[in-house]
């Protein structure tokens, strides 16, 4: 065999591995079977069937790789100890389906926390992260909104009010068109940075809806920073944007390949398959332990949420 033939015999073969495995690192991230392998999820334990304010859902049969995401975003500034989750939206991801089930629940809903009692479910955070730092409050509220929805959450995203900003900043701002105006900002399209995306999450006095209407311009602006990360322009920059937010911006336990496994799952995905649900209920008042003192509450509908969670039943 001549040098010549040597050479490009060799180099057929490099080819031939480095597209082998460029074709199977593709075949992985694709979401149905990337997500079949998750962390070992929280699920909380369930209180007594007379203290549980839902009763244990049926899960929906689904196929391994569904997955369900906790995001909080928190009302306070860097290191502050003495915070709330000011927001909680659960996600359910189904890959083989290719929908998305996206559910807010409001900060002020009633809840029962072990040791506490019927209080405000982002309670749980704060009592967390006063006892054992951050890591416990999240864990905390983890287990909190998987005790009230009776479903496991594998994964999680958690920001405060500066994160939120500099990752809004990072990603160049997001595009939203506003149903309502919000505060003096008018109906209809806008570009937001990040101290003014944060300040459109924050709002409801001005809201017609108050706590409800805001909550669906949380789900709004989630979606409209979804369909930027997944877009074909910012998919080879996630891992990059990844690394550099994850240091002191966004807690998350999901990994580089989670993420581009997730820009597969979303892109082209028509807004018809995301699915937004708010917690039923009616607003009360009630003694909290934890304040000892009156409170206005969310009182959840019972039937509502255990309707919601079969929907939310992951593996």
């Known amino acids: 065999m001549t040098r010549r033939r040597k050479a490009w015999g060799i180099g057929l073969a490099v080819l031939v591995l480095v597209g082998g495995f460029l074709l199977y690192e593709y075949w992985s991230l694709q979401p149905q079977r990337h997500f079949t392998e998750k962390p070992h999820p929280v699920l909380a334990e369930q209180p007594p069937a007379a203290e549980r304010p839902v009763a244990a859902a049926e899960p929906e049969a689904e196929p391994r790789a ?3 995401v906790l995001i909080l975003g928190l009302d306070g ?4 100890l003495l915070t709330r989750s000011d927001v909680m939206m659960l996600a359910h ?3 083989v389906k290719r929908s998305v089930r996206l559910l807010s629940i409001p900060r002020d809903t009633r809840v ?8 405000k479910i982002n309670h ?3 009592m967390g ?3 054992g730092g951050e890591e416990a409050g ?10 009230f929805i009776g479903v496991p959450i594998h994964y999680h995203v958690t920001m405060n009010f500066d994160g939120f900003e500099r990752f809004v900043d990072e990603i160049g701002g997001v595009d939203l068109t506003l149903p309502q105006p919000v505060g003096p900002l008018p109906a209809g399209p806008l570009h937001a940075e990040g101290e003014l995306a944060l300040d459109i999450v924050r709002e409801r006095y001005s809201l017609p ?6 909550q669906s311009n949380q789900a709004m602006v989630l979606r409209a920073v979804a369909e930027k990360l997944m877009g074909a322009a910012y998919l080879p920059k996630l891992p990059g944007l990844y690394r550099q937010l994850k240091d002191g911006v966004v807690a998350t336990n999901f990994t580089e390949s989670d993420l581009l496994s997730l820009a597969l799952l979303y892109k082209d995905l028509p807004g018809s398959a995301i699915e937004y649900r708010q917690i039923p209920g009616r607003s009360g008042s009630g003694y909290d332990p934890l304040v000892r003192m009156e409170l206005s509450y969310w009182l959840p509908d019972p039937e509502g949420v255990r309707e919601i969670a079969k929907g939310f039943g992951g593996e």
């Open 77 to 80: 500034r860097d290191h502050e």
């Open 129 to 131: 992260a006063l006892d």
């Open 124 to 126: 749980a955070y704060v």
């Open 209 to 214: 809806g108050g706590e409800t209407d805001r």
């Open 138 to 147: 999240r864990q905390r509220a983890l287990e909190a909104v998987s005790r």
């Open 93 to 95: 991801v189904n890959p």
């Open 112 to 119: 029962r926390l072990p040791e506490i009692g019927e209080t």
């Open 66 to 68: 569904a997955f369900n």
